[in-house]
């Protein structure tokens, strides 16, 4: 049985609040709850004990009694004592936005990798919510020192830092084991590196059709045993970076992924605990920025976006910015503005072979066509331009096979010393 919810935020100069109380909506739906009632207070600055004003709390009481509701959802990351003393005031149970969101995070089935890092954020956040009452038990032994900088354990040391300090420990442990599988990601991405073949990263807001494009270019393009990933209609139906080959007809390839969406004010927990998840998105040749351009927020999303690449640290990829839904957005598509910006629908098989051509214009650069003679002894690389090469013309001579082909730089300069001609373009 879904949760029902009251969902409130506070009005501060300067803030578009609706947009955010929608959203927030969606977030309470996507934890399988269901936001009954939203509640909003004008303020000119937050209430340092309780976040709403104190006429408001009394409010929040009465309605949560008399609609029988038990839950509040708080728009905004509150402090430790504002959660406690509001809960103590409302007699509600007080989930504040960044709870929240941990909340979806955790509850959506995912990776080692992805549970790693949300159970890290998560106990982040609990870190300094830990109550005195708590009757969580301790057990002495694994409460150990690896911790480190926990000189004053011992004699006095209260209940609740001892629980602190189990935390700790825990956080170290899982960010060791999260080290250790992020060691072996990089290294699988440092092979992929070497292979030499670009890659592209989907990013954007939650929702947006990320996955859906990755799909379809998958279905397009993909061997024919890649799995599709989940796509779904909700927020945060993709927690993890999965990446997929695709070989064109001229034999050119790339690696795409699919990576988490953002939304905005995300927890900088959970910022941080995804860093090594998003660092597909920051070691791509190219982002590919996909936008719901349906919904009405469209530019706000964008900026999310924006500030939220900065924060992890991509900054210098370059991007195509891909506003997607145009079926609903009653717009034309397919159509592209410059080579940076296009307009389509990722459930659209023209739309999905203009996207391809802007990707690849922008990541095949230095290719180049040239004829090499190759010997007839030499049958190793008359296979390798075949499957690797866009080949354009095979002719027999004399004293080997003539190939013309579209090839990269580094396939150029591998096979340079059976040059005849290079093509000027
Ligand atoms: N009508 C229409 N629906 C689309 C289009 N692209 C995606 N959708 C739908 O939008 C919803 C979200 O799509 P996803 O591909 O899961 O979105 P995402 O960006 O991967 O979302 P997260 O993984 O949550 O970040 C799904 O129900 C899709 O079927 C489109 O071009 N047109
Ligand atoms: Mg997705």
Redesign the pocket.
């Given at each position: 049985m879904t949760e029902k919810v009251i969902i409130a935020g506070l009005e501060l100069p300067n803030q578009d609040l609706d947009y955010a109380m929608q959203e927030l909506a969606a977030l309470v739906e996507a934890n399988n709850m269901e936001a009954t009632e939203k509640v909003i207070q004008k303020l000119d600055r937050p209430n340092p004990a309780t976040y709403f004003g104190s006429g408001k709390v009394t409010e929040l009481h009465e309605l949560g009694t008399s609609i029988d509701v038990h839950t509040l959802v708080v728009n905004a990351e509150l402090s430790p004592s504002q959660i406690r003393n509001l809960e103590q005031e409302s007699k509600l149970s007080v989930i504040d936005r960044t709870g929240l969101i941990l909340e979806i995070f955790a509850n959506r089935p995912q990776s080692r990798e992805a549970k790693l890092q949300v159970e890290i954020a998560k106990l982040n956040y609990q870190m300094p919510r830990l109550r005195t009452s708590s009757s969580q038990r301790l057990d002495q032994q694994s409460a150990g020192d690896a911790g480190g900088g926990y000189t004053n354990r011992g004699a006095g040391e209260t209940k609740l830092e001892m629980n602190r300090r189990t935390i700790q420990q825990r956080i170290n442990n899982l960010n060791h084991e999260l080290k250790e599988m992020t060691t072996s990601s990089a290294v699988q991405r440092k092979k992929r590196d070497q292979t030499g073949i670009p890659s592209v990263a989907l990013v954007?807001y939650?929702?947006?059709?990320?996955?859906?494009?990755m799909n379809g270019l998958v279905h397009l393009y993909g061997k024919d045993d890649d799995k599709q990933v989940f796509?779904?209609?909700?927020?945060?139906?993709?927690l993890d970076t999965s990446v997929r080959q695709l070989t064109f007809p001229d034999q050119k390839q790339l690696l795409l992924s699919?990576t988490?969406?953002f939304v905005s004010n995300l927890p900088h927990q959970l910022i941080k605990a995804f860093r090594s998840t998003l660092a597909e998105a920051a070691q791509a040749d190219l982002l590919v920025q996909?936008v719901d351009v349906s919904d009405p927020h469209f530019r706000e999303m964008i900026q999310t976006t924006n500030d939220t690449l900065r924060e992890i640290g991509v900054t210098k990829v370059p991007m195509i910015v891909a506003f997607?839904?145009?079926?609903?957005a009653g717009v034309d598509y397919p159509t592209f503005e410059g080579n940076e910006e296009i307009t389509y629908?990722?459930?659209?098989k023209k739309s999905l072979l203009m996207l391809t051509n802007m990707i690849k214009q922008k990541v095949f650069t230095g290719y180049r066509e040239a004829t090499f003679l190759i010997p007839f002894s030499e049958g190793q690389i008359i296979d390798y331009l075949n499957q690797h090469t866009n080949v354009l013309k095979t002719a027999y001579q004399e004293n080997g096979t003539e190939i013309t082909a579209e090839l990269s730089s580094e396939d150029y300069q591998r096979y340079q010393k059976y040059l005849v001609t290079e093509v000027e373009n």
């Amino acid at each position: 049985m879904t949760e029902k919810v009251i969902i409130a935020g506070l009005e501060l100069p300067n803030q578009d609040l609706d947009y955010a109380m929608q959203e927030l909506a969606a977030l309470v739906e996507a934890n399988n709850m269901e936001a009954t009632e939203k509640v909003i207070q004008k303020l000119d600055r937050p209430n340092p004990a309780t976040y709403f004003g104190s006429g408001k709390v009394t409010e929040l009481h009465e309605l949560g009694t008399s609609i029988d509701v038990h839950t509040l959802v708080v728009n905004a990351e509150l402090s430790p004592s504002q959660i406690r003393n509001l809960e103590q005031e409302s007699k509600l149970s007080v989930i504040d936005r960044t709870g929240l969101i941990l909340e979806i995070f955790a509850n959506r089935p995912q990776s080692r990798e992805a549970k790693l890092q949300v159970e890290i954020a998560k106990l982040n956040y609990q870190m300094p919510r830990l109550r005195t009452s708590s009757s969580q038990r301790l057990d002495q032994q694994s409460a150990g020192d690896a911790g480190g900088g926990y000189t004053n354990r011992g004699a006095g040391e209260t209940k609740l830092e001892m629980n602190r300090r189990t935390i700790q420990q825990r956080i170290n442990n899982l960010n060791h084991e999260l080290k250790e599988m992020t060691t072996s990601s990089a290294v699988q991405r440092k092979k992929r590196d070497q292979t030499g073949i670009p890659s592209v990263a989907l990013v954007g807001y939650t929702n947006a059709g990320k996955s859906t494009t990755m799909n379809g270019l998958v279905h397009l393009y993909g061997k024919d045993d890649d799995k599709q990933v989940f796509e779904k209609n909700m927020l945060f139906a993709t927690l993890d970076t999965s990446v997929r080959q695709l070989t064109f007809p001229d034999q050119k390839q790339l690696l795409l992924s699919d990576t988490v969406g953002f939304v905005s004010n995300l927890p900088h927990q959970l910022i941080k605990a995804f860093r090594s998840t998003l660092a597909e998105a920051a070691q791509a040749d190219l982002l590919v920025q996909v936008v719901d351009v349906s919904d009405p927020h469209f530019r706000e999303m964008i900026q999310t976006t924006n500030d939220t690449l900065r924060e992890i640290g991509v900054t210098k990829v370059p991007m195509i910015v891909a506003f997607n839904k145009a079926d609903l957005a009653g717009v034309d598509y397919p159509t592209f503005e410059g080579n940076e910006e296009i307009t389509y629908s990722a459930r659209d098989k023209k739309s999905l072979l203009m996207l391809t051509n802007m990707i690849k214009q922008k990541v095949f650069t230095g290719y180049r066509e040239a004829t090499f003679l190759i010997p007839f002894s030499e049958g190793q690389i008359i296979d390798y331009l075949n499957q690797h090469t866009n080949v354009l013309k095979t002719a027999y001579q004399e004293n080997g096979t003539e190939i013309t082909a579209e090839l990269s730089s580094e396939d150029y300069q591998r096979y340079q010393k059976y040059l005849v001609t290079e093509v000027e373009n």
